[in-house]
């Protein structure tokens, strides 16, 4: 059968070129018994394929200068790498060396598994970290999406070579992959080097379908597959723990990614309740205003089939109370009181200079495009973009917050 292998170019000036390999495979694709297969699998991809050794890999890319790296999400693997132009054609054939021919050989397993069995242990010991996960485990309760990433020990010690096989087997074929690239490169020799490695690596039959951000501009608007808003389990969990600060994290399910409009505008409002600038709402009133915090954000995470908004701070446990209390005052405020015409225009305009500046990093643009086409299999052109976040109004951004932060809608973790 001959499969599709989705690619796209976007043009940069710069002599480096970034390219990604977004594998539609993570943790939801998991078993309980098996929990963490998919971040050893990315662990994994670089201790030995059919022709290399797990030396060989590290120094294939390395001794050119360039760099290799991968990361595991609960809905995808990735491997991505930077290299001088000169060297795509290299970077290109063992990023899918890695994917299509990796051989997990029993050795290396027991000794990653030693390693991740520490970064557990690492994750476990910082609080700020942890609590996210603890968090989506206890909101997504029997959803695909409630395992955590890095598997628990029990889960991990079950794992043999040949479930990775099975796991890469069933999920690294070219029609579940994205190839991008953001570089000084033409298509034809994109697709030139593309194509000659996975005639070599691959044995079935692979197509490769480039795609190109000019094509976003006939899109209308994002495809909606159906509302995704699904309603998780509330709850309010304490957990005793020998740290100095008190962790919190209070949250609800969200949309999904192909909610459209609705996903649009919480992520408009999460930034202006607590994104990364210091006169976010939060902040302002948390931090500025009764320094009762260091750090204090609001985080949206879309999937497939829904999604999850989370606020979290620490403070001192003495101060938990009152900071619980300003947070839900806030929330509250969020769902009664509309922005107005040039509160909204500020928060657009502030947004919008957010989105260009991370548009101008060429690695975060080389995986959201990966990302995008694996989602909506096509890319978006940052211009096109804009047009969504400028269309938002104010009373979309209330019905958003009526939907997602109200108080009957929240659920709560605290780390005492």
């Known amino acids: 059968m001959n499969e599709n292998m989705r690619v796209c170019l976007m043009h940069s000036a710069s002599p480096v070129v970034r390219c990604a390999l977004t594998i539609k495979a993570g943790t939801r694709n998991e078993s309980v018994q098996y929990n963490g297969m998919a971040h050893l699998v990315e662990h994994m991809l670089f201790k030995g394929t059919l022709k290399r050794d797990s030396k060989s890999i590290n120094n294939c890319l390395e001794k050119e200068g ?129 194509d000659r490695s996975l005639a070599r690596y691959y044995k079935g039959e692979a197509t490769l379908v480039f795609r190109s951000e000019s094509e976003s501009g006939i899109q209308t608007s994002l495809p909606e597959k159906s509302s995704s808003h699904l309603a998780g389990t509330v ?48 902040n302002m009133l948390l931090r500025e205003k009764y320094a009762m915090v260091y750090n204090i954000e609001a985080n949206y995470t ?23 209390t300003l947070v839900y005052r806030e929330l509250e405020k969020t769902c009664t009181a509309p922005l107005s015409e040039n509160e909204l225009k500020k928060a657009k305009k502030q947004f919008l200079g957010q989105l260009h500046i991370s548009h101008d990093n060429a690695e975060s643009q080389v995986l959201a ?46 780390y005492r």
């Open 302 to 324: 879309p999937y497939t089939d829904t999604g999850v908004f989370s606020i979290y701070f620490g403070c001192d446990k003495a101060l938990l109370d009152k900071c619980r």
């Open 66 to 194: 360039g760099e290799l790296n991968a990361y595991t999400t609960k809905e995808e693997i990735v491997i991505y790498a930077t290299v001088m132009k000169e060297d795509f054609a290299k970077a290109a054939d063992l990023l899918l060396e890695l994917a299509l021919t990796s051989q997990f050989p029993q050795k290396e397993l027991d000794k990653e598994r030693s390693v991740i069995y520490d970064e557990i242990i690492s994750y476990k010991d910082s609080p700020s970290e942890s609590i996210y996960d603890h968090f989506e485990t206890l909101l997504f309760d029997g959803h695909p999406l409630y395992l955590p990433i890095l598997g628990e020990k029990k889960s991990l010690r079950r794992i043999t070579p040949q479930h990775l096989l099975q796991f890469t087997g069933e999920f690294f074929v070219p029609s579940n992959m994205v190839f991008s690239i953001v570089g000084n490169i033409t298509e034809s020799h994109a697709r030139r080097c593309i």
């Open 369 to 414: 495009a990966g990302k995008s086409l694996l989602v909506y299999d096509r890319l978006y052109s940052l211009e096109y973009t804009m047009k969504l976040v400028e269309a938002i109004t104010s009373e979309q951004l209330l019905q958003v917050a009526k939907e997602v932060l109200g108080r009957e809608h929240l659920s709560e973790l605290v």
């Open 235 to 282: 709850f309010g969990k304490e957990v005793l723990k020998r740290n100095h600060q008190a962790h919190c994290i209070i949250g609800a399910t969200a949309y999904s990614y192909y909610d459209g409009w609705r996903r649009n505008a919480l992520t408009l409002l999460c930034n202006i309740l607590g994104g990364p600038a210091s006169n976010s709402r939060l």
